[in-house]
């Protein structure tokens, strides 16, 4: 009887975890960058999309869409990071090429994105 529970929680398991993982794949910083100037903050504790593509001088948006209080620190940059209260939005110019990675500074563990900077076209 304990065999044919565990082959069947094994054979549950075989199932179901190609289906997690897929889910968990694309959503994430290392998706493709989308070519947007704007970055959403719905209710989700997460940047939308979470990977963006630009060309250089070009200003970003972040909208916080969210209830609570966001913000977005880029990685190497000593000055204090843009906060947003819910219904604000912040803006940053990238003036220079480069992949810029950032986080929200109070939900660094969930939200983090990228803005990758391309340089400007003749």
Known sequence: MAFQRLRAVALLAAMTLPLALAACGASGPSAAPVATDKVDLPPSYKFVPPAITVPAGTTVTWTNHDNFTHSVQLDG???????????????QAFATAGTFHYVCTFHSQ?????????????
């Open 77 to 91: 940059v000593a000055a204090p990071g843009l906060v947003m209260k819910p219904g604000e939005s912040v803006s």
């Open 110 to 122: 969930n939200m983090q994105g990228t803005v990758v900077v391309t340089a400007p076209t003749s």
